[in-house]
């Protein structure tokens, strides 16, 4: 697979995401969820403007792969600065990506890395890789915040302190854990199933949201307020989510009632582009011949729901 390549599956994971109706409390593409900042076209923008920052992440690794894949970090974190500053002129000051650059971004790396090396593409190979690469990096960041005076400490360096959650460098240091034990297996289930696109990141959505400490809603509200939410989505799949009649009246209603009380789990949203990463570049490096096919169902549009 070509740095090319895996930039084009990253870019899809990005606009496939903000492109998935309906997403409670999330921009989509009938709502702005629980947003006022921001909306379907700013993510599209901001996707245009990062478009080629996935293949340079790709390419570093491709470029490094004489080398341990523990040495791309801050080859990789100087790319996402730039990346960043580039979502930020695009949207005007608007984080729309900033945690999928850093996830797509490590992973991106780990697969130019893997492919030059001939290595296989599957979704552990890769999540062990990006755990190599990130290990540490949660010590780093955390081990003198209680030091720092709490006018100056990050929301992420707050809910440490008060929660223990580790965020996004956390799950990127477990090798993505989460989409590995929860989000994965119900996206390949429901593509296999012959779901559309649509529907199966929406119910993998709903998995995520289920049992992500989501950051996001810990940022904007506090731990009664997440536990709320995931037992919300345990809620709307027991209904049979975007399977059933009922389940998707559920994940409507579930919409306006995050909305409604400003909710939103980006951090979950985050972890589904990661899911269609994964998924993805294990099946087209199936169609390559180069590991078992992953049973991909043909790509299938879904009506917008609402």
Same mark, same amino acid.
């Given at each position: ?11 899809? #994971? ?17 709502? =702005? ?48 600065? #730039? ?11 608007? =984080? ?26 599957? &979704? ?55 989409? $590995? ?34 950051? =996001? ?13 995931? =037992?919300? &989505? ?11 009649? &009922?389940? $998707? ?58």
């Amino acid at each position: 697979m070509q740095t090319a390549d895996i930039g084009d599956i990253a870019h899809e #994971a990005m606009i496939f995401e903000v492109s998935a109706t309906p997403k409670p409390g999330l921009v989509d593409r009938v709502s =702005n969820g629980a947003h006022r900042d921001m909306d379907f076209f700013t993510f599209l923008t901001s996707a245009a403007a990062l478009r080629d920052a996935f293949e340079q992440f790709a390419r570093i690794g491709a470029e490094r792969a004489g080398e341990p894949v523990e040495t791309l970090l801050p080859f990789l974190q100087e790319a996402g600065i #730039a990346a960043e500053q580039r979502m930020f002129m695009a949207t005007h000051g608007v =984080n729309t990506h900033k945690g999928m650059i850093f996830s797509l971004g490590l992973l991106a790396g780990a697969a130019g890395w893997a492919g030059r090396r001939q290595e296989e593409l599957g &979704a552990e190979h890769l999540c062990a890789l990006v755990a190599r690469i990130c290990h540490g990096l949660t010590d780093a960041a955390y081990a003198h915040v209680a030091e720092k005076p709490v006018e100056r400490r990050t929301k992420g360096e707050a809910m440490f302190l008060r929660y223990g959650v580790t965020g996004v460098r956390g799950e990127a240091e477990s090798g993505f854990l989460t989409v $590995r034990r929860h989000g994965l297996p119900v996206y390949r289930r429901r593509r296999r199933e012959g779901a559309s696109v649509n529907d199966a990141l929406c119910d993998t959505l709903l998995h995520l949201v289920a049992v992500d400490d989501d950051t =996001n809603i810990l940022g904007r509200h506090d731990m009664e307020t997440l536990r709320y939410a995931q =037992n919300a &989505a345990r809620a709307v799949l027991r209904l049979g989510g975007m399977r059933t009649s &009922a389940g $998707r009246h559920a994940i409507r209603a579930l919409d306006d009632d995050f909305i409604a009380r400003w909710i939103s789990p980006g951090g979950s949203a985050d972890l589904i582009a990661v899911a269609h990463f994964l998924y993805e570049v294990e099946c087209r490096t199936a169609a390559e011949g180069r590991m078992p096919c992953c049973e991909a169902a043909p790509l299938r549009a879904a009506a917008v729901s609402v």
